[in-house]
Nanobody, 124 residues
Framework: QLQLVESGGDLVQPGGSLRLACAAS????????IGWFRQAPGKERERVSC????????TYSDSVKGRFTVSRDNAKNTVYLRMNSLKPEDTGMYYC?????????????????WGQGTQVTVSS
């Protein structure tokens, strides 16, 4: 059974850091690009970062550029999202999702496999 499982979400103060992990089971992440999406209450799910299957293609949304870093460890079948200098507006449910091999597509409906999400709350 193909499955993605996110972990690492937490309550953190503004300016703090978190590292999210997206672990795959039932399939290899080697052939997939992985997107990180977040969804705040009442808002659409937006892609904040993506890493291609080869790690050559990496993208960030303007809102997180310079603060978030995506990486992957194919040996562990896991993709990470390091989040620094967190802001209250980073609050939301964070999901990882798999698609093809490249990060050309940014819309949630275009992604094939999804995790259940992990909650990030940035608040003092």
């Amino acid at each position: 059974q193909l499955q993605l499982v996110e972990s690492g979400g937490d309550l953190v103060q503004p300016g703090g850091s978190l590292r999210l992990a997206c672990a795959a089971s039932g399939f290899s992440l080697d052939d997939y690009a992985i997107g990180w999406f977040r969804q705040a209450p009442g808002k659409e799910r937006e892609r904040v970062s993506c890493i291609s299957s080869t790690s050559i293609g990496i993208t960030y949304s303007d809102s997180v550029k310079g603060r978030f870093t995506v990486s992957r460890d194919n040996a562990k079948n896991t993709v990470y999202l390091r989040m620094n200098s967190l802001k209250p507006e980073d609050t939301g449910m964070y999901y990882c999702a798999a698609i093809g091999m490249t990060c050309d597509y940014a819309k949630a409906f275009e992604y094939d496999y999804w995790g259940q999400g992990t909650q990030v709350t940035v608040s003092s």
